[in-house]
């Protein structure tokens, strides 16, 4: 399996500048880059907290009540990768479970495989850590799990294939001894487990998940 085709440069540069112009546009990391995103590559480190674009200063202007939660609900489902749609789903499941909204829906997004995998550090970026699990290479406890959506749980056992960890993009980020690892997952070589529940301190200070309730309560 290749992570990352070799293609014309101009289209591997449209891609990357893709990925960061979202980040740029969310004023954020949402490390959707892997490595690239702990670089002086990042365009963040680079340009500061600009929107893209001719009109991007202009974006710093005081937004709307609606505009806040808009804003923060994208940075959100940027961050994990998910679709507008999935988005919703979690919000109308975290209000079925009753009690506290923001944490219930951070639990069910902060639990999905993909981003459980790469908060391990067994992937470089969620995107990886989608594509691996697509392609059979994790197994939770010692069942082949294919969907990146899966929801893990506390003492799920998680584990990366050989095949995958001799890769040449996994096997230099699993050689990185500076991943910090949230204190509720834990890892050893290509297996990892999840120890306890998810915790919305454990989020980016500017992430206000909270929006997204805000935004969906409407």
């Keep these: ?24 546009r969310e004023k ?3 490390f959707l880059k892997g490595e690239r995103c702990f670089s002086a590559k990042c365009p963040l480190e680079r340009k500061g907290p600009v929107a893209p674009g001719e009109h ?29 749609k999935q988005l919703k789903n979690y ?20 639990s999905r495989l993909d981003n459980v995998v790469y908060k391990m550090g067994l992937t470089p970026s969620r995107r990886t850590a989608r594509q691996l699990i697509v392609h059979g290479h ?9 969907i990146p959506s899966f929801q893990t749980k506390e003492k799920d056992r998680i584990e990366l294939s050989a095949k995958a ?9 699993l050689a ?16 990892g487990l999840v120890k306890g529940a998810p915790k919305v301190a454990d ?8 929006l997204v309730v805000e935004y969906y309560s409407r």
């Design 1 to 24: 399996m290749v992570l990352d085709r070799p293609k014309g440069e101009e289209f591997k540069m449209a891609l990357l500048n893709q990925k960061c112009r979202l980040c740029r």
């Design 56 to 84: 991007g200063l202009k974006s710093s202007l005081r937004l709307s009540g609606y505009g806040t939660q808009l804003r923060g609900k994208q940075r959100v489902k940027r961050f994990y990768g998910v679709s507008e």
């Design 176 to 191: 990185k001894k500076d991943v910090e690892i949230p204190d509720w997952l834990a890892k050893k070589g290509l297996i």
């Design 203 to 210: 989020l980016p200070a500017d992430f206000d998940s909270g």
């Design 28 to 30: 954020t990391k949402l």
């Design 91 to 110: 919000f109308l499941k975290a209000e079925k479970i009753g009690g506290e909204m923001e944490k219930n829906l951070i639990c069910l997004l902060e």
């Design 165 to 173: 960890g001799g890769l040449k993009q996994v096997k230099e980020w």
């Design 138 to 146: 994790f197994k939770v406890n010692d069942q082949k799990v294919t």
